[in-house]
């Protein structure tokens, strides 16, 4: 069980106002990646929300693909080691950056909720943090898949709904 979690959010994006809760929802799907995947010691993670534009220029810049995108990881560790602030003894995890007007647009083609469709964003997005890719498919994906599943479920962020549409 992580000791402390910080979840540093900023949103730099004028596009699509922020719903009450969407925050606090952010630093449950981090905490609760952390439970699942049993992370000892204290941690932090940058969330940053952004538009369209500023996620395509990240995605051209670091990638070398110019198109937009939904969200993007940047894991500051590798095999399980990670930097540490100096100041505070946790581990820094990386960045994470989610588009949200891609989130909003994502939401209404998947037919499901804004809160779903970032809670997923963000599960999906601390797993790469932790070591975690899909990009090769095959078992790795699909074990990547179930444990997002996994935290959506213990989050009340089914698929098949149950939840307050945000």
Known sequence: MPDKVKVIITDDQKVVKSPTGLRMLIRRCCHS???????????????????DNEIHALNLKYRNIDSETDVLSFPLGENGVYDVNP??????????VISLPRAVAQAEIYG????REVGFLTVHSMLH???????????????????????????????????ADM
């Not at 499901?112 to 809160?115: E, G, N, P």
């Not at 070591?131 to 699909?142: A, M, T």
């Not at 990547?144 to 213990?154: P, T």
């Open 33 to 51: 990646v952390l439970v699942l995947e049993n992370f000892e010691g204290s941690v932090e993670v940058s969330v940053k929300l952004v538009d």
């Open 129 to 163: 943090l932790l070591g975690y890719d899909h990009v090769n498919g095959g078992l790795e994906s699909v074990r990547m898949r179930e444990k997002e599943e996994l935290v959506l479920e213990q989050l009340g962020l089914r698929r098949s709904g149950g939840y």
């Open 87 to 96: 100041d505070t003894g946790a581990k820094m995890l990386g960045d994470i």
């Open 112 to 115: 499901h909720s804004l809160k």
